[in-house]
Structure formats: C-alpha cells, structure tokens
C-alpha cells in the first residue's frame, strides 16, 4: 500500500484522494477514492497573464488524510469551515488490517477568520510578486475566505490507532493544542504545547517534537505527557 495521493493534473470541480493497494501480481494496484473535495478550496490557480504560479489557499479546508507510520490504520479528518458556532468534525478511522471502520463527529468551537489574519496571509503570499502591480488584486479574487477558520490546522494517526488533531486557536494565542481521539471514538485529553514546539509524531504518553534552540536551529526533543484526571495537559 502507498500513500494516500492525488492523482493527474487538477482538474476544476471536485477532485479526489484515493488510496492505491496492491492487486494479484507484480504492478497489479486497486485505487479506492478515499473522499472529494473542491480544488478551489485547496489552491489558487492563476490565469497565464497574470504571470504568477499557483498557490495553496492559506485557509482551506480539504480533508486530511493521514496514515500511521506502521501502516495499519488511516484516518480520513472531515473539517470543512464552518458556517456557524458550534462545528463539528468528523473522524473516520479504518483499520486497514481487519477492514473495521469508525466515524465520530466532534464539537469544535468556531474561530472568526479575521479581516487582520487575512491580511497577514495575502502580506505573504504576494510578497514572490511585488513587481507585479495586479499581484494583490489577483490574490484576493482568487482567496477562499470562509467566514470562519477550518476547525483543524493538521492531524496524524499513532500506531495505536489514537488521532491527533491540532485545533485552530484565535490569533494571538502563543501556545498550540492538540486533542487525542481514541481508536473506540471517545476523546481523550487535550495536549497544549508551548510556542516554538512543533509536535512531529506521538506514541501512547510519549511526544517526538522539534523545538528551535537560543540559536534558532531546531532540534528533536521527547516529552512525556503526564497522566491526569482529564482536561489539557
């Protein structure tokens, strides 16, 4: 089995992911489309006078699609932005080995997507054209802009089958969280990680992270998360 992928050139309208197994003998492959999604909520693409490459929508809500590193289970995360408060997001988990599959929708409390992160995102994203005068302009109309921010920012799956999803949090706020969805759908506890550690990969209380030392150079720490009655550790 490879990895989940998206296949051909991006065509406009819905857009698959599928995933592609191996089928009887040697190049014999299956491909199972996993989900859709709409290709202007992935990326911006730009007329060839605009003279500007395509870009990724800062804000866009795709499904994640993600496997664990001993192949075993996929976890397909649903987090279209929301419309009005509160959201949910669903979480498929297949076991890949036993063909078993679980879906649970969580509650998620909406982020306004402000006028001052929009902004900020089209600062950097223009920022390869500033000789371009039109450049602005062009970002803007193409810039999917929900009126609230996708619930879910990233997710990986452990080898346990526990989903980790990082959670949207309102601008300004130093600190990430993340919360742990148990193979059985019920949720765990949620994990806040201090700015400037990116969490990279978990197993059962044990975190792989990389953290930027005094000399702006990022290194691999491990972390233990300690055991609590519930609520953010």
């Known amino acids: 089995m490879t990895r989940p992928w998206l296949p051909g050139a991006p065509q406009s309208g819905e857009l698959p992911i599928v995933i592609r197994r191996r089928s009887g003998g040697p190049g014999d492959f299956r491909e199972d489309t996993l989900v859709t999604f709409r290709r202007e909520r992935m990326a911006m693409v730009f007329e060839p006078r605009d003279m500007m490459l395509n870009a990724m929508q800062p804000f866009g809500d795709v499904p994640i699609v993600t496997v664990s590193r001993n192949g075993r289970w996929l976890a397909i995360v649903r987090r279209d932005a929301p419309v009005s408060?509160?959201?949910?997001?669903?979480?498929?988990?297949?076991?890949?080995?036993?063909?078993?599959?679980?879906?649970?929708?969580?509650?998620?409390?909406?982020?306004?997507?402000?006028?001052?992160?929009?902004?900020?995102?089209?600062?950097?994203?223009?920022?390869?054209?500033?000789?371009?005068?039109?450049?602005?302009?062009?970002?803007?109309?193409?810039l999917y802009r929900p009126r609230f921010r996708p619930p879910v920012q990233a997710a990986f799956v452990e080898d346990g089958g526990r989903v980790w999803l990082r959670e949207t949090v309102p601008e300004g706020t130093t600190r990430t969280v993340w919360r742990i969805v148990e193979p059985d759908g019920g949720v765990g506890v949620r994990v806040s990680v201090p700015?400037?550690?990116?969490?990279?990969?978990?197993?059962?209380?044990?975190?792989?992270?990389?953290?930027?030392?005094?000399?702006?150079?990022?290194?691999?720490a491990r972390y233990l998360i300690p055991a609590t009655a519930g609520g953010a550790r």
């Open 85 to 142: 408060s509160p959201s949910t997001v669903s979480v498929e988990l297949r076991d890949l080995e036993s063909g078993r599959t679980r879906t649970t929708r969580h509650p998620f409390e909406p982020v306004p997507l402000t006028a001052q992160v929009v902004d900020s995102a089209v600062t950097e994203l223009i920022r390869p054209y500033k000789q371009f005068p039109w450049a602005r302009d062009s970002i803007r109309a193409k």
């Open 195 to 220: 700015g400037g550690v990116r969490v990279l990969a978990a197993q059962e209380n044990r975190v792989l992270a990389a953290v930027v030392d005094a000399d702006d150079v990022p290194v691999l």
